[in-house]
């Protein structure tokens, strides 16, 4: 998939069949408008292209009114947004600053500038509930009739419900929030995860107890949805996933940077990989079942006897089987 970032002033090398989001996620919503689009991209002999923003347009209006607690939880990071929309068919992805001035467009100029001129849109699928322009003033009305002036087809997809629930990015969020591991599942079609390369860190946990050793991986956006510790599986590192336990947040015991750290203790370390053998690799980790909230610990030994504790029950997770018999629904996509 070819990636842009930012819109430049000349058409696209080709024109596109265009879909415009922030595709948090990429849940089973955006996967149903991604194959969507994609058939008509191949009927019509154009290019599947996605149109997203970084930041996240509510992050830039929460961070100009003075009140950052507002801007929504980030599901994925930018690289496993753009691994699911490969995997949906798109042949082009185009990421656009989202500033004062994207801000400012009128609707108008916002389709010319961006759509027409800068991403050559032959036809644009967007959402039932898609507003566009400065103070939101475009919607799919105005979208159609400006499509119908610059020589674009507009469609509009409605609503994705999975066992009657709307399937959107803000329940996706409310399930992680919730720590519902199996509804995250139903909703994105596919396990939570999390995918970077290896990172090296304190390498406290080493030095913690018998030694729990940890993967280290940054989640680069301040707020995650996901939190908290979990029963997880790594995969990247071997022929075959790795169960672990993993901690996603700030640290609070032993750090207060703010920094958001995802570190996995792989359960069953391969001898061949030896204890540095993991740095800098690209492995992806599954969060499949939470086991509690992150925590602040007075003090070392309190925290490794949490450790030890989380440790036992992700074993426990295991030996009952419940990977299994996720596994048999792994792929649960449209």
């Not at 961006?114 to 566009?132: C, H, I, T």
């Not at 009657?164 to 079609?189: F, I, K, P, Y």
């Not at 999390?194 to 729990?212: E, F, T």
Request: include cysteine; glycine fraction near 10%.
């Amino acid at each position: 998939m070819h990636i842009v970032r930012g819109i430049g002033s000349q058409r696209s090398a080709s024109p596109t069949a265009l879909t415009i989001g922030n595709f948090d996620g990429v849940h089973r919503g955006h996967q149903a408008m991604l194959a969507l689009l994609r058939s008509e991209a191949e009927h019509r002999g154009l290019t599947p292209t996605v149109l997203s923003f970084e930041p996240h347009p509510r992050d830039f209006f929460a961070a100009r009114s003075g009140r950052p607690d507002q801007a929504p939880s980030r599901i994925a990071t930018l690289r496993d947004k753009v691994s699911e929309l490969q995997r949906c068919g798109m042949q082009r992805l185009m990421v656009a600053r989202f500033d004062a001035a994207m801000a400012a467009l009128a609707p108008r100029d916002f389709v010319r500038q961006v759509l027409v001129e800068g991403l050559g849109a032959r036809y644009v699928l967007v959402g039932d509930d898609f507003r566009f322009g400065a103070r939101r003033q475009g919607d799919y009305a105005s979208l159609d009739a400006l499509g119908a002036e610059f020589g674009f087809d507009v469609a509009r997809m409605m609503s994705y419900e999975v066992h009657g629930l709307r399937v959107s990015s803000s329940s996706v969020r409310a399930a992680l929030a919730a720590g519902d591991m199996e509804l995250t599942r139903t909703l994105l079609g596919r396990p939570y995860s999390v995918s970077g390369h290896v990172l090296h860190g304190q390498k406290l946990g080493r030095r913690l107890g018998p030694g729990y050793p940890t993967l280290n991986l940054r989640f680069p956006h301040p707020r995650p949805a996901a939190r908290g510790i979990h029963v997880a599986q790594v995969h990247g590192l071997t022929d075959t996933p790795l169960p672990a336990v993993a901690s996603l947040g700030s640290r609070p015991t032993v750090d207060d940077s703010g920094r958001m750290l995802l570190e996995v203790h792989c359960l069953h370390w391969p001898q061949a990989l030896g204890p540095e053998g993991a740095y800098a690799k690209l492995v992806r980790v599954e969060l499949l079942h939470k086991l509690r909230e992150e925590t602040r610990f007075e003090g070392l030994d309190a925290l490794t006897a949490a450790i030890e504790a989380d440790v036992q029950a992700a074993r426990a997770w295991f030996a009952a089987g419940h990977a299994a018999q996720r596994r048999q629904t792994t792929r649960d996509r449209i």
